[in-house]
């Protein structure tokens, strides 16, 4: 149960952006607009995408959480091009992987931060600082 519990949100993330992905159209009319906040979206998604693949593994195989990212990345545009008024294109799949060195970097920062010992980019116990002791 516990491996499921690891992996459910990964898999939630999967399928919100399999969901997005089959839909015909997703202009929202606000021309050059439109395309900045879809990239913008395709580098949050994706990096949420890889944050819980990461603690899926115990944020101990970021090579492996950026491989599956990078596969499902791959496989969501292939997906696209199925989908009338859709395509695919490697661009997206970039802006994808900056999604994705987005949140490595993040974790990496906070790994360095904890004197190298994996775990989230965020403090376990985030407290603000003025509350710290």
Not at 40 to 64: E, G, N, Q, S
Not at 85 to 100: C, E, K
């Amino acid at each position: 149960m516990r491996r499921v519990s690891r992996y459910a949100p990964a898999l939630a993330v999967m399928a919100l952006i399999f969901g997005l992905s089959a839909q015909p159209d997703l202009s929202s009319g606000l021309g050059a607009w439109d395309t900045l906040l879809r990239k913008l979206a395709h580098v949050t998604i994706y990096a949420i995408l890889w944050l819980t693949i990461a603690r899926a593994t115990h944020w101990r195989r970021p090579l492996l959480a950026t491989a599956i990212a990078l596969l499902y990345a791959v496989s969501d545009e292939v997906h696209q091009s199925f989908v009338a008024g859709r395509h695919g294109t490697p661009v997206d799949v970039a802006i994808d992987a900056v999604g994705m060195g987005l949140a490595a970097l993040a974790w990496a920062h906070g790994a360095r931060r904890r004197g190298g010992r994996p775990g989230p980019p965020w403090p376990r116990r985030w407290q603000p600082a003025r509350l710290r002791p």
